[in-house]
């Protein structure tokens, strides 16, 4: 009866030691004081992945998507682009035959980054490109450009990337689509893999 009282407490001890032995181990985004630790701006490189909330007017779509972030880009090969096109091809039916032609569009945004003065966070600047798609409607294709702003920065911290995009202004074989409504694109929450 003793021996095994005795092999509990043993195994029971054991337990114990590595239970604290992994919560020593863990780690988490603080020094053990309790302070941030500091970033690099090199930390903003990687694949994220979250929703993308689109608003035009009072319309508003979700997506789910992912983007990479390396050496002051951030590639999007699949950027939501239904808004826009419906801005251009009114008729709905058609709008949507296009989107499937069109497939998957590929986005590069330019940013630099700078350390935030406490050194916890980084916040991107942001250079918007134009974005040109091809848009077939009526057995004929449109030069579509669409002219991206972001004048907000972006910010990335805990290894999670936010910020705003906007579609200010479309022009369709070189005349502006009026009336238009910008497109607001919000990347509010996409965490790094």
């Known amino acids: 009866m003793k021996n095994k009282m005795k092999t509990n407490v043993g195994y029971k001890s054991l337990l114990i030691m590595f239970a604290l032995l992994g919560l020593s181990l863990t780690s988490c985004d603080n020094k053990d004081d309790g302070t941030p630790v500091p970033v690099k701006t090199d930390d903003v490189n990687g694949i994220y992945s ?7 007017g009072t319309a508003k779509n979700e997506a789910t998507i992912s983007f990479t972030a390396n050496k002051n ?8 682009v239904k808004e826009i096109v419906r801005s251009v091809v009114k008729d709905a039916a058609k709008a949507e035959a296009a989107l499937k032609t069109i497939g998957k569009v590929k986005y590069e945004l330019n940013y630099t980054p700078a350390l935030n003065k406490a050194k916890t966070a980084i916040e991107l600047t942001f250079a918007p490109k134009t974005l040109e798609i091809k848009v077939p409607v009526d057995g004929a294709t449109k030069n579509v450009v669409v002219t991206f702003s972001s004048p907000q920065k972006g910010v990335y911290k805990s290894k999670t990337l936010k910020f705003d995009l906007t579609a200010d202004k ?12 910008a497109v607001k694109y919000s990347f509010p929450n996409f965490l790094k893999k």
């Open 50 to 56: 979250g929703k993308v909330t689109t608003t035009q």
């Open 73 to 80: 880009v951030i590639t999007f090969d699949e950027l939501p």
């Open 170 to 181: 479309i022009t369709s074989d070189g005349a502006a689509v009026t009336p238009y409504t």
